[in-house]
């Protein structure tokens, strides 16, 4: 039990210096790659920029101590900083200390709410976030995000929390660029891009070795941090209009305690969930793709715990909400990272730069953490989802356009409620219907097959109906009107067998239905069978009196019940 909630122990146990080498490898390129992102990524939240700093240090250590995951980086990332904007943005002005402390309840209240989900099991309600939804959720953000940005590319003031807000303020101030931040913002985006794509072929091919090609090309970011500071600083680009970051305090953060203000958490508890859950979605994909890789496995129930108390800590220090982010836990994963001791080195790189770097980020241009953020967001833009899902399923291309639309219009929050919505609505009226056949004996065999694709043996006074779904409230009135039709169109039916190799559910609205046709059936001089009903839907029909009210039978297999109920039949056929 304890090393189920402390997976720390267990990894511990088999610690060596192989894999503390590995680990402090790994460690340092996240190190490298986290530190600008980490800066940029609370710029985007409306936060100071060391508290992305502070964000990347205790919630580190806390998921090494509870997360199962062996590769997974942990910090603040881009979706979730935009929602984190979205709503604290509602409540408070950024940079004023009413926006930090909302921000850092924020993050103590969705860390709550993940420990309650993964003490309860509730991972399973992730679930309710389709692919398509989730996709359609992370390209719309990720537009929003990358158009937020322009505005530290050009040099200008635009606020906004939509797309359409966002683009329309940028066009408002398009005669106030200003010059010398534009040739900084597009220069480090397009060196970003080149250095993301290219770089590393490039040293590979003059001889350095594919690991530290690697670290260089990963050190990107770095590169142009220091390249741009050096030139604000060099050519005082700063008295010529160039926007930067300023000032930031050294030093570790203190220990903070959250606002217990019932108010703001009754304010922010919509927002707390949604981030919870977009997060954990996230983390989870992330984190069993590259543990599949490896043949491992997480626990999601568990992750939900180590994510809460990611979160917590990140509140403890000043932070606001984190989760697992994609690029840095592939890059993680690619430096060779063994277990998650190698985000807690990473923590303490992250802890040793706040101490040491943070006066050298004075004219750090803040067009250099948007040109970060772009590069980062855009990749994960995947318009081309939209052509795959509309081949594939309209329903779900509904779901994720308008979950995109809704999200670019409206803003995230709103966008990723009507996703799931509709997501949930799309099942309900998809599995109102559900799919059903009447089948007859292939010839030969004891195999039954759809009598619209298959050449197979009826009998005029039976009618088997397979039915490809469970029963529930949703479609038990649709299951009555299909047999009643049935019924109505066959004058010489004498059987009516339900087959329910698909049933894995029958709900108290389906068994009053089944009841109701029970009874319909026998005063239309019509028995009713059950035939291939599963064990868990029988144990439950067995406490009903449904059975014993049965005007058939329930036949363990469909030949069995086409055996037994032609034979019955064949007397009535000779008179």
Not at 418 to 428: C, Q, R
Request: aromatic share 8%; net charge neutral.
């Amino acid at each position: 039990m304890l090393q189920r909630y402390l997976p720390i122990l267990q990894w511990l146990k088999v610690y060596n210096r192989e894999t503390l080498t590995s680990d402090l490898v790994a460690a340092v390129i996240v190190t490298i790659m986290l530190i600008p992102q980490s800066l940029a990524y609370a710029l985007l939240a409306g936060l100071p920029p060391e508290v992305g700093l502070y964000a990347s240090i205790l919630p580190l250590v806390a998921y090494a101590i509870f997360g199962t995951s062996r590769t997974l980086a942990v910090g603040p990332v881009a979706v979730v900083s935009l929602m984190t904007a979205a709503a604290v943005g509602n409540l408070a002005l950024a940079g004023t200390a009413e926006y930090l402390a909302a921000a850092i309840a924020l993050a103590f209240l969705s860390g709550v709410i993940l420990i309650l989900m993964g003490l309860f099991r509730l991972g399973i309600l992730a679930n309710f976030l389709s692919h398509p939804v989730i996709s359609g959720f992370i390209t719309a953000s990720g537009l929003i995000i990358a158009a937020s940005q322009l505005k530290h590319i050009l040099g200008v003031d635009a606020g906004g929390h939509n797309l359409l807000d966002i683009l329309m303020a940028l066009a408002g101030q398009l005669a106030h660029i200003n010059l010398p931040t534009l040739i900084i913002g597009v220069s480090a985006t397009a060196f970003l891009f080149w250095v993301r794509k290219q770089l590393k072929p490039l040293l590979v091919k003059v001889g350095l070795g594919p690991r530290l090609a690697d670290i260089i090309a990963k050190a990107g970011p770095v590169l142009a941090v220091v390249a741009t500071t050096l030139a604000v600083w060099g050519l005082d680009l700063q008295a010529q209009g160039v926007k930067v970051v300023g000032q930031v305090p050294s030093g570790l953060p203190g220990l903070t305690l959250p606002s217990f203000d019932l108010g703001l958490w009754k304010q922010l508890f919509v927002s707390a969930l949604l981030i919870s859950i977009v997060g954990f979605v996230e983390s989870v994909s992330v984190a069993q793709t590259l543990a599949a890789k490896r043949r491992q496995r997480i626990d999601p129930d568990q992750e939900l715990v180590g994510l809460g108390a990611s979160n917590i800590a990140a509140a403890a220090s000043g932070g606001f909400p984190v989760t697992g982010g994609f690029s840095r836990s592939v890059v993680n994963f690619d430096a060779g990272a063994e277990t998650p001791a190698a985000g807690a080195f990473t923590a303490v790189g992250i802890a040793m730069a706040t101490l040491v770097l943070t006066p050298l980020i004075f004219f750090l241009p803040k067009a250099t953490l948007a040109a970060t953020i772009i590069v980062a967001v855009l990749s994960l833009v995947d318009l081309g989802a939209l052509k795959r899902t509309w081949a594939y399923s309209r329903s779900d291309f509904a779901a994720m356009l308008a979950t995109i639309v809704l999200t670019l219009v409206h803003g995230v929050e709103l966008g990723i409620i009507a996703g799931v919505g509709l997501s949930v609505l799309l099942y309900l009226y998809r599995t109102s219907k559900p799919h059903s056949a009447i089948v007859g004996r292939v010839p030969g065999t004891e195999h039954f097959r759809n009598i619209d694709r298959h050449q197979v043996e009826t009998e005029q006074h039976i009618l088997t109906l397979r039915v490809d779904e469970s029963l529930y409230f949703a479609n038990a009135r649709y299951l009555e009107d299909l047999i009643y039709d049935q019924v109505a169109r066959n004058p010489e039916l004498r059987h009516l067998v339900l087959m329910c190799p698909a049933v894995n559910l029958i709900d108290a609205s389906a068994l009053e239905s089944l009841e109701a046709i029970n009874q319909r059936l026998m005063d239309s001089g019509v028995k009713f069978h059950l035939s291939e009903v599963k064990g868990p839907v029988m144990d439950k029909l067995k406490d009903t009196h449904f059975l014993h009210d049965l005007s058939g039978e329930i036949f363990l297999s469909q030949y069995a019940a086409w055996e037994k109920l032609r034979a019955t039949s064949q007397p009535c056929d000779n008179n």
